[in-house]
């Protein structure tokens, strides 16, 4: 069973960056294609950014090119998403999520990670 | 990339059955079998309901199935209860390699 487990909640004030980690546990990190997607108050689910199967790089989405990186710690089997250059509407719920049966699916997610953007 | 077309909402009775839609275009939904629905209750985490169209995770109630018709994939939900009360995001694989998610459909259960 995997368990995705991440850091607590952040607040940031405009211009600056954020670090979300999401330990993985139950499996090795290289062993599941991990994604990042965020929620912002009231709103829908929205993809940052994963592991494509097709070709086996990480995939940002167009909208956070330039200001999103994802990384990982193979050591610790901990993924981290980073964000720069913070605005209010990056407030949201972020989540890890990995997949765990086809490859294209989001079959287990971390309980989220509330940035709060503010001056 | 444009997010996934969904109803704002959908109601049904306990019991009787209902379908939530998700229209997309030949580059997500209708290009590719990898479209998946999540369920998420407020202030949880989304769950996987569906995988590649119409497969079920291990632990997922066979009242909820899945299709698709062209550039269009649904959810359909039999046997309606309490608890599947929650909002409903469909997701789809792109000609990009990255993911979209639908606007989502609140599930109201009268």
């Known amino acids: 069973q995997v368990q995705l487990v991440q850091s607590g909640a952040e607040v940031k004030k405009p211009g600056a960056s954020v670090k979300v980690s999401c330990k993985v546990s139950?499996?090795?990190?290289?062993?599941?294609?991990r994604h990042w997607v965020r929620q912002a108050p009231g709103k829908g689910l929205e993809w940052m950014g994963g592991?494509?199967?097709?070709?086996?790089?990480?995939i940002y989405a167009q909208k956070f090119q330039g200001r999103v990186t994802m990384t990982e710690d193979t050591s610790t089997d901990t993924a981290y998403m980073e964000l720069s250059s913070l605005r209010s509407e990056d407030t949201a719920v972020y989540y890890c999520?990995?997949?765990?049966?086809?490859?294209?699916?989001?079959?287990?997610w971390g309980q989220g990670t509330l940035v709060t953007v503010s001056s | 990339q444009s997010a996934l077309t969904q109803p704002a909402s959908v109601s049904g009775s306990p019991g009787q059955s209902i379908t939530i839609s998700c229209t997309g275009t030949?580059?997500?939904?209708?290009?590719?079998?990898?479209v998946s629905w999540y369920q998420q209750h407020p202030g949880k985490a989304p769950k996987l309901m569906i995988y590649?169209?119409?497969k079920r995770p291990s632990g997922v109630s066979n009242r909820f199935s899945g299709s698709k018709s062209g550039n269009t994939a649904s959810l359909t939900i039999s046997g309606l209860q309490a608890e599947d009360e929650a909002d409903y995001y469909c997701?789809?694989?792109?000609?990009?390699?990255?993911?979209?998610f639908g606007t989502g459909t609140k599930v109201t259960v009268l």
């Open positions: 999520a990995t997949a765990i049966y086809s490859g294209y699916d989001l079959g287990y």
């Open positions: 139950g499996y090795t990190l290289t062993e599941l294609s």
């Open positions: 592991f494509d199967p097709e070709d086996g790089e990480t």
């Open positions: 030949s580059s997500d939904v209708g290009g590719y079998n990898y």
């Open positions: 590649d169209v119409s």
């Open positions: 997701s789809s694989y792109t000609s990009s390699s990255t993911r979209v």
